[in-house]
């Protein structure tokens, strides 16, 4: 019998610990500690059997009997028993449910903010565009002036050809070739800021190119030094009638013009003799560079330094030279 007892008392135990709900767990845990909030060294009582969750409770539900348990412990403690009684019978009282956001004045504000978004990239896209467009224009038209340049001027600038590479080397395409048709923002963005750096180094090439040709043009007599020869002499002679110089002789045999800063000798190939002037730049007439010399005959002198005309034996009223001589293809063998 005894045994009898013992296993009705171990069953009643395994059914009582198998119905425990989360809701029991928690009622008795918040019971405790309800009871003993704020006092320090309290020590709990046993726990009273949990109550049955109200309809707005559940059993599987740690939290609501752990608030159930806190409140009652907290009102056996204060002595208000009948507090604690009564709960179990009083359904939980919840505020009213208030919207916690206007969804229709959200969505018009997520709404505008696309159409601000679209509107924006709209304007960006019409920016970068209309700007690529520009900058990319500006670039070629700079290179393009910049190769114009070099190659009209080329008899001036001395080191030509490496001035000729280095613009060759700016060319926007270079650039341009790198980056797809259809450009994202940042690729735009990119683009521009390496065709305006590449127009202002143009531009600076250009400024110091334009210095250089200046500083010879305004002093073409450092220019033109050197020592030339010709293999073509011919001489002319002013014809009244048709205001005009008709051709009197020609020597095709290998003759000298030396230029000095200040001073011009001839050397011709039917003359021992060198006949030596005085060099006075007076400036550029009809595209090329005049001077006079100590006789005041006219020298003209192409800018690309290929034919030399000297104007000489001036009339009584010096209205008019005579007589002309042209120096024909003349190459510089130095400096």
């Not at 395994?14 to 918040?30: M, N, R, V």
């Amino acid at each position: 019998m005894k045994n009898f007892f013992q296993v009705i008392i171990l069953l009643l135990s395994i059914t009582t610990i198998a119905q425990t709900s989360k809701f029991d767990i928690g009622y008795q845990k918040g019971y405790e500690e309800g009871y003993c909030y704020q006092d320090y060294g309290c020590i709990p009582p046993i726990p009273p059997i949990s109550p049955l969750p109200t309809i707005n409770e559940s059993s599987n539900s740690y939290k609501d009997g752990y608030q159930r348990g806190f409140i009652d412990g907290r009102s056996v403690k204060k002595g208000n028993k009948s507090t604690a009684n009564n709960y179990v019978n009083k359904p939980r009282e919840y505020p009213e449910y208030v919207e916690p956001y206007d969804f229709n004045l959200l969505y018009k504000a997520l709404e505008a903010k696309q159409k601000q978004y679209e509107a924006k990239k709209k304007s960006l896209t019409t920016y970068y565009k209309t700007e690529v467009k520009r900058v990319r224009e500006e670039a070629f038209t700079y290179y393009n002036e910049a190769i114009e340049y070099a190659s009209e001027h080329k008899d001036i600038i001395r080191d030509f050809k490496a001035f000729e590479i280095y613009v060759e080397s700016l060319i926007p395409f270079k650039i341009t070739e790198k980056y797809p048709d259809n450009l994202s923002y940042d690729q735009a963005e990119k683009l521009i800021k390496e065709l305006i750096t590449n127009s202002k180094k143009i531009k600076s090439l250009m400024e110091q190119a334009n210095n250089v040709v200046n500083y010879y043009l305004d002093r073409p007599n450092n220019l033109i030094k050197g020592i030339y020869k010709t293999n073509k002499i011919a001489d002319y002679e002013y014809n009244s009638e048709s205001k005009e110089y008709d051709l009197s002789e020609t020597l095709n045999e290998k003759s000298f013009i030396i230029l000095y800063e200040h001073v011009i000798v001839y050397k011709r190939a039917d003359s021992d003799k060198l006949v030596k002037r005085a060099l006075r730049y007076e400036g550029i007439k009809n595209g090329a560079f005049a001077f006079y010399d100590g006789w005041e005959n006219l020298i003209v002198i192409d800018r690309e330094l290929k034919n030399v005309h000297v104007y000489h034996n001036a009339n009584s009223d010096n209205t008019q030279y005579l007589n002309k001589t042209t120096y024909h293809d003349i190459i510089r063998e130095r400096y």
